[in-house]
């Protein structure tokens, strides 16, 4: 069964709204998530990785006053797009890793904003 | 993380073996070998990994070469549920580590 769930699985907004994504792990606690972002035709970006009861760490290039990473529990982090504009449509996907070798991905979320 | 490099795309036949290449001629001694695949519209899901034996599990094996510079991912017997674009990604054995994408190779299964 599914390790990592996230929630919506699809949302469409306005732009200037914000938008909240979950990512839960099911079955086991997780100390360290990642988020991607993966547009249309491309691969998977990191764009931050989530860390229980501390700051998230955005990779270069991310704003980190936009794209708000809460890991409040060993089980959910949430990503909130802040203001979101059509140039934020994309796919979100979080992961957790499992074992040294493996790591689980959630199965995305597809934001859309007009 | 050490690059690899991946054919864009490949067509496979279904029920036919399919060999998906990636060459990795900067790997370091520590670097395992991942491979994951992303189904349309979906998250990456875990294919196989190795160090430097060939591996086999339930859903492929993959093959590595002698001095770790290349491996293949080996599909058995093509599905079209075997459709989906494969990423070949090398990382340390670090528990805390994400993994770096590249564009993957896209596989079309024809029925």
């Known amino acids: 069964g599914a390790v990592v769930s996230q929630h919506p699985s699809w949302v469409i907004c306005k732009s200037g709204t914000s938008v909240k994504i979950e990512c839960r792990s099911l079955?086991?606690?997780?100390?360290?998530m990642f988020w991607y972002r993966q547009f249309p035709k491309q691969s998977l970006m990191l764009m931050a990785t989530s860390n229980e009861g501390s700051k998230a760490t955005y990779e270069q290039g991310v704003e980190k006053d936009k794209f708000l990473i809460n890991h409040a529990s060993l089980t959910l982090s949430t990503l909130t797009v802040t203001s979101a504009h059509p140039e934020d449509s994309s796919f979100y996907i979080c992961?957790?890793?499992?074992?040294?070798?493996?790591?689980?991905f959630g199965p995305g979320t597809r934001l859309t904003v007009t | 993380d050490a690059k690899t490099t991946q054919p864009n795309s490949m067509e496979s036949n279904e029920e036919e073996p399919v060999h998906l290449p990636c060459n990795h001629s900067?790997?370091?001694?520590?670097?395992?070998i991942h491979w994951y695949r992303q189904l349309p519209s979906q998250g990456p899901e875990y294919v196989i990994h190795?160090?430097?034996s060939n591996v086999n599990n339930r859903m492929a094996s993959l093959a590595i070469a002698e001095d770790r510079k290349s491996s293949t991912l080996i599909l058995h017997r093509a599905t079209l549920r075997d459709a989906a674009v494969y990423y070949c990604?090398?990382?340390?054995?670090?528990?805390?580590?994400?993994?770096?994408f590249g564009p993957g190779t896209r596989l079309s299964v024809l029925p």
């Open positions: 992961s957790v890793n499992r074992a040294s070798y493996e790591q689980y």
């Open positions: 900067t790997i370091s001694g520590t670097d395992y």
């Open positions: 990604i090398l990382r340390a054995d670090n528990y805390g580590q994400n993994f770096v």
């Open positions: 079955d086991f606690q997780a100390t360290t």
């Open positions: 190795g160090l430097t």
